[in-house]
């Protein structure tokens, strides 16, 4: 059986590093490039860290690289600046992309969409690679269907990029597909400093929080007459959403559409 070959960009930073180690200890992996915003014509193994992936070429030029080498798959952990480039262009060059990068709009899932079809080929965006947090991600969907009043509260590092995060976005997607629309709260409720009830999405709030010390932790309240229910999920290292890129990678090779959020892979 042919090994899976895979590019990981971005592995110098803390999910890629982790995503390279997961390639790396898998046995129908190989991990044949790497890509990197510099560093290019160089090797992996030339950097504090991987001294054992020795002559795993880096490249600056994703283009060049599918070109050369013909992967399989791109696990594409950077940033939302970089990764709509990233994954079209693997689309455009036969390669499936597994994306941990948020930040995509309706429009550009439309377009990656149309392009998988285009190629039949498959593609996997996932807003949060672990496991436990797709299942928060489900469990609030559930909750959705008798809850009409929730708020969400992401918290992550602070230097993420964005918010409120991909995976606050997702959920709250999730839940207003089954919850009766409602604006929340009273309807004279006015906020003596702006922003302080949060992003309202479809009437429900979301309240993001970035603290140094923090990796990725999501709660989703609900709330009704005498009661309340909380599901919450917390990631404290980064190995927990290694789980959820080998099942990416592993369901991408069998698929030929896009894939939006693990929940639509796992039973």
Known sequence: MDKVKVIIAGPRGRMGSEAVHLVNRTENYELA?????????????????????????????????????????????TTPEVGMFHTKTALEYGVRPVVGTTGFSKENLNELEELCREKEIGCIIAPNFALGAVLMMKFSQLAGRYFNDVEIIELHHDQKLDAPSGTAVKTAEM????????????????????????????????????????????QVMFGSEGQTLTIRHDSYNRASFMSGVKLAVDTVLKIDTLVYGLENIID
């Not at 992996?44 to 060049?64: C, K, M």
């Not at 919850?179 to 009437?203: C, L, M, V, Y």
């Open 33 to 77: 490039a790497v890509i990197d915003h510099k560093n290019g014509g160089g090797f992996l193994g030339d950097f504090e860290g991987f001294s054992q992936f020795g002559q795993v070429p880096i490249y600056t030029d994703l283009a060049q690289c599918f070109q050369e080498l013909s992967p399989d798959v791109l696990i594409d952990l």
């Open 175 to 218: 839940i207003a597909d089954v919850r009766t629309e409602k604006e929340q709260g009273h309807p004279e409720e006015k906020e003596t400093i702006p922003g302080s009830r949060g992003a309202n999405f479809d009437g429900m709030h979301i309240h993001s929080v970035r603290l140094p010390g923090l990796i990725a932790h999501q």
